[in-house]
């Protein structure tokens, strides 16, 4: 069964030129991030429009996409979420080849998911502390992402 979901994640994740070297590819990580942002909508069991459009919005704002390429991507994360057997894989990514800067980004971009809808579940928030964790952010940097985040929508748009 590890066999093959090393299988998988080398075949669907992992950018074939790069297999065995330890890098991953620009379309892997972002992937796995959007993957990461997918798996938040699902943590209160009931995903909302508003968190798919926050989904759509933070892979535009991170990757500088257009909106079919955020859609596009985010169905293929979501692909990819159904065949996972846990975070894992998609954190290692972000953990082994984003800065610390892109990973607190992406901590802002899990708290930004979470309060689409208008409400931070308890699911949600320990889903958002539990990738914190595996991407090595700290609990001050996670607690100051949040706080950016919630005064942003404070401030609208």
């Given at each position: 069964m590890i066999k093959a979901i090393g299988q998988f994640f080398n075949g669907q994740i992992r950018d074939p030129a790069s297999r065995g070297q330890g890098r991953a590819s620009e379309h892997a990580l972002r992937l796995a991030t959007a993957a990461l942002l997918i798996e938040i909508t699902?943590?209160?069991?009931h995903v909302e429009d508003?968190?798919?459009?926050?989904?759509?919005?933070?892979?535009?704002?991170?990757?500088?996409?257009?909106?079919?390429?955020?859609?596009?991507?985010?169905?293929?994360?979501?692909?990819?979420v159904?065949?996972?057997?846990s975070l894992f894989?998609?954190?290692?990514?972000?953990?082994?080849?984003?800065?610390?800067?892109?990973?607190?980004?992406?901590?802002?971009m899990l708290w930004r998911v979470v309060f689409a809808d208008g409400a931070k579940d308890k699911y949600e928030e320990y889903m958002v502390r539990k990738i914190a964790d595996l991407i090595h952010v700290s609990h001050r940097d996670f607690i100051k992402a949040r706080h950016r985040v919630e005064r942003e929508l404070a401030s609208g748009p």
């Open positions: 699902r943590a209160d069991f508003s968190e798919r459009l926050a989904v759509d919005e933070a892979i535009i704002r991170m990757f500088e996409l257009s909106e079919a390429e955020a859609r596009e991507l985010a169905r293929l994360a979501e692909l990819e159904k065949e996972s057997a894989e998609f954190t290692t990514l972000v953990d082994r080849h984003f800065t610390l800067e892109q990973k607190i980004q992406v901590v802002e």
